[in-house]
């Protein structure tokens, strides 16, 4: 009764998806002990082994008592699957600039055994709906898009892993939400949302009506990478659209490359660069290892251009100050009670096992004792009492290190320590902590959104008539004790675990190749808000179009729309990045995940003040 089955992420969920019979037969335990119950009995470490091999022994004895049952219905579930009615049924996945990453989707898709293809000529689906929920007509799909019919054995599998948005039926609904108001906690076990086709961020789109045309079993887009052109007059220069580009980069910083991180667009030599792209000038690298280069090209399977000149066709010089020098990040990861050993795992293997990159682990605890004066950036993955574990002389310390140029990381509940008022160390505040100033907090969000979209009556300007002042929410009406509430209730109606949508300032470092906008895995309820001067690289959408998948309940959606996701801000000479949740939940949202990876790589760079050397 406390296990839904939905989320397929357990063993016994993802056997029913798979057309097994899904049994969870879980024992008391003693710890090696013996546990005193209510009744006056005892329970004991060898009871509770029994408990469990008999159990064990039972459910398999009925298994080779029906095994003929159990294969047949195994063999039906598998033939219905592939029956006409799913024909012409698909998902489609496209990504032209970044390979990798529908690579990436393709190779856990076949892990689980998933029939994929990819189409050999460029096609239209006649009717789609995408991730979003649009509905659109006659959609090019590129050459090389992966292509997952519905019409195969893992018919049910594939729907629960790749559809955009599962839904509660509403009895369960009724029952939690009757469950909350009572206080009597939540009925879900874990998250409501899970799309593969949201984590990764590809073009994904669901079609009915897939046109027959010939396809072949999916292999990798990847290219084999190399040199375009020899002994450049100006420099090479690299594209940041692919995710390889990040491996690139840290090999190059790792071996002392000197490389400018481009803040706009630019087109030079008829090859057209995006924002976050990177310039190695030949003057600042003399003696430069062209095998370098060429084998990272080689490795990552990405080209690497040669530049003869720093005029471009469009877009900022590549010697104009649009180009930041990059700073080879020396990164230390806080592990150890009370960091979440889930939210550090992730991070260490992304760093570690993905990205190859040297890393220190430091103790938590010794944080306010520690020589952190070796590292330009620290990441405090999420966890709790961190307040009570550094103290103030703990407190202080972090300040100094980050005014002294550090990069500080954090997300989730160490992210909200980081906006406690009573921490004092970010600008970015928790909701509840500022409800008597949600009027200032909505001024300075009109004010963005009209910075975006700025129109101007040139005769109204020119001629002085009076210009129509900037607009603003409504001003909050309620009284405080009113708006306590709504936000306590909001608060109680947080999502266990919803994707979201969270718009990206383009013009922001810390959205580079990111797009206009990532999916996200909420499951808090802090909300974080910021105001001028913080940036706000990442805000999460209105509320008509923030839900992406997952139960969001009305009061949790009108608290969380429009409130920031990821901000950064100056400190001294250092910054402070935070992240409102993991931005690579359980290592697989790979479209948040590269916001992360622009605080790591980039920041050191593009957001700390550092001086020339003597």
């Not at 481009?262 to 003399?286: K, Y």
Request: contains cysteine; hydrophobic residues 35%; charged residues 25%.
């Amino acid at each position: 009764d406390w296990n839904e089955e939905v989320y397929p992420g357990y063993g016994s969920s993802w056997g029913i998806y798979i057309g097994l019979v899904g049994i969870l037969y879980e024992q008391s335990g003693a710890d090696g002990s013996i546990v005193k119950k209510e009744d006056g009995t005892n329970t004991t470490y060898r009871e509770t082994v029994h408990h469990q091999f008999i159990s064990s022994m039972a459910n398999l004895t009925t298994i080779a008592n029906h095994r003929e049952e159990l294969l047949q219905d195994f063999y039906d579930s598998r033939k219905k699957a592939v029956s006409a009615k799913n024909t012409g049924k698909a998902f489609v996945f496209s990504s032209e600039s970044n390979t990798s990453r529908l690579d990436a989707l393709a190779e856990t898709l076949k892990r689980q055994t998933i029939e994929i293809y990819k189409n050999k000529k460029e096609l239209k689906l006649p009717k789609a709906t995408t991730s979003t929920g649009d509905q659109v007509t006659r959609q090019n799909i590129p050459a090389g898009s992966l292509i997952v019919p519905m019409n195969q054995p893992l018919n049910l599998l594939i729907n629960n892993i790749l559809s955009f948005d599962i839904r509660l039926d509403t009895k369960s609904m009724e029952k939690e939400r009757k469950k909350l108001m009572k206080d009597q906690g939540s009925t879900l076990y874990d998250v409501t949302a899970w799309s593969l086709s949201h984590a990764y961020g590809t073009e994904s789109y669901y079609t009915e009506v897939m046109p027959k045309i010939p396809m072949i079993p999916y292999k990798s887009n990847r290219k084999e990478g190399k040199l375009i052109g020899k002994n450049p007059k100006y420099g090479w220069a690299i594209k940041s659209n692919d995710d390889q580009f990040y491996h690139i980069l840290a090999r190059l910083l790792e071996n002392g490359v000197k490389i400018w991180c481009a803040e706009e667009t630019f087109n030079v030599e008829d090859e057209f660069f995006p924002r976050g792209s990177v310039i190695i000038r030949n003057n600042a690298n003399q003696g430069l290892d062209k095998g370098l280069l060429k084998k990272l090209a080689f490795d990552y399977g990405l080209d690497i251009f040669a530049v003869n000149t720093a005029l471009v066709s469009s877009g900022p010089d590549l010697g104009s100050s649009d180009f930041t020098m990059l700073i080879n990040p020396r990164i230390a990861i806080a592990t150890g009670q009370p960091i979440s050993t889930y939210s550090f795992g992730t991070t260490w293997h992304l760093l570690d096992s993905r990205m190859n990159s040297r890393t220190s682990l430091i103790n938590v605890m010794g944080l306010g004792w520690q020589d952190l004066s070796k590292y330009n950036v620290l990441i405090l993955p999420s966890g709790n009492n961190l307040k009570r574990i550094l103290d103030d002389s703990g407190i202080s310390k972090l300040k100094d290190w980050i005014k002294d140029g550090g990069t500080l990381i954090s997300y989730s509940n160490n992210a909200a320590f980081l906006a406690d008022s009573s921490v004092n160390i970010s600008s970015v505040r928790l909701r509840r902590q500022i409800l008597n100033k949600l009027d200032s907090y909505d001024s300075d969000l009109a004010f963005r959104k009209q910075a975006e979209n700025v129109t101007i009556d040139s005769v109204a300007l020119w001629d002085g008539e009076h210009l129509e002042e900037n607009p603003s929410k409504e001003e909050h009406k309620e009284t405080p004790e009113n708006i306590k509430e709504i936000d306590r209730m909001g608060r109680k109606f947080r999502p266990q675990g919803a994707i979201l949508k969270v718009n990206m300032d383009p013009e922001h470092w810390l959205s580079f190749g990111c797009g206009n906008y990532v999916s996200v895995l909420y499951n808090t309820g802090n909300v974080f808000m910021a105001k001028n001067p913080v940036k706000i690289a990442g805000r999460l959408a209105e509320e008509s179009n923030l839900r992406l998948g997952g139960l969001l309940w009305p009061e949790a959606k009108s608290r969380i729309a429009e409130s920031a996701w990821v901000t950064q801000e100056s400190y001294g000479k250092g910054q402070i990045i935070i992240f409102a949740t993991e931005p690579h939940f359980r290592g697989y949202f790979r479209a948040s995940e590269r916001v992360l990876l622009n605080a790591i790589y980039l920041g050191p760079g593009m957001g700390t003040t550092h001086s020339v050397s003597w």
